[in-house]
Structure formats: C-alpha cells, structure tokens
C-alpha cells in the first residue's frame, strides 16, 4: 500500500520575494537588533571537519547578504538538529527528507524553502544497500545471520527507507542479521563497512556521477570500485532546508531569497558545498514531504509490533 508513496512529489513553489535590503554594514530591518547572530545547522553525514569545510561558505555569503553573523552549528546527530529547532535554539538547518518530517511530527514550527536538486534538473536521490566488491553476496537474502550497517534512526536513506525495503522483503532486521549498527553518518557506514565491521551499509545514492561513496572516494577515504550496490530504491524527494516560522516575515523572506540566489551570486561557493554535483536549490514547502512523514509512522508501527 504504502510501496511507492514515499517517492518524489511535485509540489507548489513558493513565490521567490524581492531582495531583502539588509546588506553587511548597512542593516535597516526590524529584525537587526533581535537577531545579531542566526544558528545555521545541518544534519551530519561526514565528519565535522568536513562539514566546516563544505559549509564554511554558506555561511559566510549569508552573513554578507543579510548583515548579521551566521554561525554554523556542528550537530552530533540528526536528533540535535530536530531538537534544535523544536526549541528555537537553530534558526535555519539543512535536513535529509525523514529528520525534517520527523521535525514537523515533534511540533517543530518550521517550513521547508528550498530542496536541493540534481544537475539535470530532478528533485530526488536513492536509497543503497552497499556490499564490498569481492564478497559473495548478491541479494538481501543472501546476508542471513551477517551485519547490517544503518546510518541514524532518523535518516532518509540510512534508515527509513532501508527498514520499508526490508518490510517488503519479509526481512525483520533484528531478526534477519546478526547485528543492526547505527553508525552515526553515511561517511562512518562505509567506513564500517571496508573495515568489515559491518556486512552491508545503507547511503544515499543520487545516480553514476554522485554519492556519498563518490564524495569519500574524492577525499581519498576509499576506493569506490571496492564496492557495489546490491539494492536500490524508488525515487526519494530531495533534501529541503527550513526555517523557524516564528521569524520575522521580513526575515524569513532575505534568507529565503539569499539561499535561492546563491548558486548564480556566489557560484564558486555553492559549488564547493556540493562539489559541483548539484543543481541550483529550488522553492518548495512542506507539503511535499507529506509522503515521507507518511513513510516515517509505517517505520514507527514496525518498531511497535518489534
């Protein structure tokens, strides 16, 4: 029933509002003097180095464009992140699909602005189940009684869309494998996996030019060709960035309309984040992730019936 409800939906755009007219030394907003510094966070799925390194300069362009300080926020896991803005203490964070619902379930009074989108112009990734090149296995079925490698209870393609996979394989993880590992990050699930400490690893996989295993293997982590993929899933809509609803109007319009113009105004910047495997963000809102808050109360009535 729920087989293909989690996948890629078109939803309404937002309206992309004037430029704001805050700039660096020249604040005339509202706002100014309630926020003199905005909490930027976003999930981990590398470690904090290079998330420092990739975002570094995101925030420094929104520090520019809005005239007030942008500090990113290095969060330890998906739940500080949720926490976070459940509690007003992070004012915009970047998501994976199923920690933003997640969010949205728990209260938080946030809103999806923008979603990331591929090169050729799609708004979805895929869910992966890696297994190392040279090992006999072929199939899910094949890895009875091995260890399964998860990234984060609140992970998209590390988790939730795994455990739906499984579901519909007849697979009960704790049952099936030996052992379930949440790693922490996509980065630590592959790492997990090379090291043999796990038998299989969920990632997230966008197509034949980006991965998380092709960005690790790009920082001379690991080899990619040591892997391979032995399951994929449907279509996932893409990752949304969020904002506290609660901001000013005025507020939330000059980050909204920084962020989408980034990648023409600070190209060299937007590509270091991604690099330059991604296409433009574009507008969204929340409901296009109906489907996956969907998807993440069929995970949590799994988890109910053990």
Do not use: C
Request: proline content about 5%.
């Amino acid at each position: 029933m729920l087989n293909r409800r989690f996948l890629l939906q078109t939803s309404a755009l937002l309206a992309v509002p004037a430029i704001a007219r805050a700039q660096t030394g020249t604040q005339t907003n509202s706002w100014a003097a309630q926020y003199p510094e905005l909490v930027f966070a976003i999930i981990p799925s590398e470690n904090a180095s290079g998330v420092m390194d990739r975002w570094a300069p995101f925030t420094s362009y929104m520090s520019r464009k809005l005239g007030t300080k942008v500090t990113l926020r290095v969060a330890n896991d998906y739940a500080a992140v949720i926490e976070g803005q459940r509690s007003g203490n992070i004012h915009i964070a970047s998501y994976g699909p199923s920690s933003f619902a997640r969010a949205l379930m728990t209260g938080a009074k946030i809103e999806a602005f923008a979603i990331e989108t591929n090169l050729d112009g799609t708004k979805g990734y895929y869910s992966v189940f890696y297994v190392k090149k040279d090992s006999p296995y072929q199939k899910v079925e094949d890895l009875k009684g091995k260890n399964l490698g998860l990234v984060d209870p609140n992970s998209t393609s590390g988790n939730n869309v795994p455990r739906f996979a499984l579901n519909k394989m007849n697979i009960k993880p704790e049952e099936f494998f030996n052992r379930v590992v949440y790693t922490g990050s996509h980065e630590n699930a592959i790492i997990a996996l090379n090291q043999g400490t796990v038998d299989m690893a969920a990632n997230w996989w966008n197509d034949e030019q980006e991965s998380n295993l092709l960005r690790m293997a790009r920082k001379n982590m690991v080899k990619a060709d040591d892997f391979r993929i032995i399951f994929k899933s449907d279509q996932i809509v893409n990752s949304p960035m969020a904002y506290l609803t609660d901001l000013p109007a005025d507020l939330r319009s000059a980050i909204r309309t920084a962020v989408l113009a980034m990648p023409t105004e600070d190209k060299q910047g937007f590509d270091h984040l991604y690099d330059g495997k991604s296409g433009p963000w574009q507008p969204v809102d929340n409901a296009a992730y109906k489907p996956i808050i969907e998807l993440n109360s069929f995970v949590d009535s799994l988890r109910r019936r053990g």
